[in-house]
């Protein structure tokens, strides 16, 4: 199993799927990362205060299509949450594969049709769920590149947290050969969460700036926390989140 696809195995379990779409970065759980809590406090959304406050969220034109897409990922997630309790089994590493497949399938016929999903047709969490079934999707490079402008359109537009934009970003960018650029691709397993030389570091910081996204040694203490609790025996899984 290619380094590409370890991350792919863990990147949405990572970023945790009780979505919530109003943060810039939605990084693990963070209390031993002060300066990743004390960014985190600073530029929280006044968005999800207002949903958690009673706002009504906005009904969605597509619902079924949502409900679809939620589907997907919940069996997406709950593959690779098996996987990842027993790496070596052929079996699961073949069910994940088998999910991986037909989501692309499915996911290059929603957009021959409709196009990348808008929060208008299945809200803010729908078109996330649509990113993390692209992220899944390496078995067509071409798609996921294809998407990257879309994508920064969804962001643009308010419809998708900038940590996913840059993460599609990133894997499309290796997959070709290229530098990345925000600095949100790993290796994982090995837990080699390395920072880049200083320049190149600071270069990688205005980028996840302009997105809206934490300094890049605040993300790495969240992922260095995250790995510890999902390779922990009987650690919930459900603790580690995201982005």
């Known amino acids: 199993m290619n380094y590409r696809k370890c991350w792919a195995f863990l990147a949405a379990i990572v970023a945790g799927l ?20 004390s960014w985190e406090r600073e530029h929280q959304s006044g968005g999800e205060a207002a949903h958690a406050g009673g706002e009504q969220i906005p009904a969605v ?3 079924a299509l949502l409900e679809d897409l939620k ?10 949450k098996r996987w990842l309790a027993d790496k070596g089994s052929a079996d ?8 991986d497949t037909a989501n692309l399938a499915w996911l290059q016929k929603l957009i021959s049709e409709k196009g990348f999903p808008t929060a208008a047709q299945v809200g803010k969490k729908g078109v996330h769920f649509a990113w993390l079934l692209l992220q899944h999707a390496d078995k067509d490079p071409k798609l996921q590149s ?21 993460r599609i970003t990133d894997r499309v960018l290796l997959a070709s050969g290229k530098p990345q650029r925000y600095g949100t691709q790993f290796d994982w397993f090995a837990g080699d969460f390395a920072l880049p030389e200083p320049s190149k570091l600071a270069e990688t910081d205005a980028a996840r700036a302009r997105l809206g996204l934490m300094p890049l040694v605040d993300y790495v203490c969240t992922l260095r926390k995250a790995r510890n609790a999902a390779m922990t025996p009987n650690k919930s899984l459900e603790r580690t989140r995201d982005r």
Not at 18 to 36: F, M, Q
Not at 71 to 80: G, N, P
Request: glycine share 4%.
């Open 18 to 37: 009780s979505y919530s779409a109003a943060r810039a970065d939605d990084a693990p759980p963070v209390e031993e990362c002060p300066d990743a809590m």
């Open 71 to 80: 589907l997907r990922v919940e069996k997406d997630q709950a593959a690779r």
């Open 61 to 63: 034109s597509e619902p």
């Open 92 to 99: 699961l590493t073949s069910a994940v594969d088998s999910i």
């Open 146 to 166: 294809d998407l990257v402008p879309v994508l920064e359109q969804r962001f643009t537009a308010g419809e998708l947290p900038g940590n996913d934009l840059a």
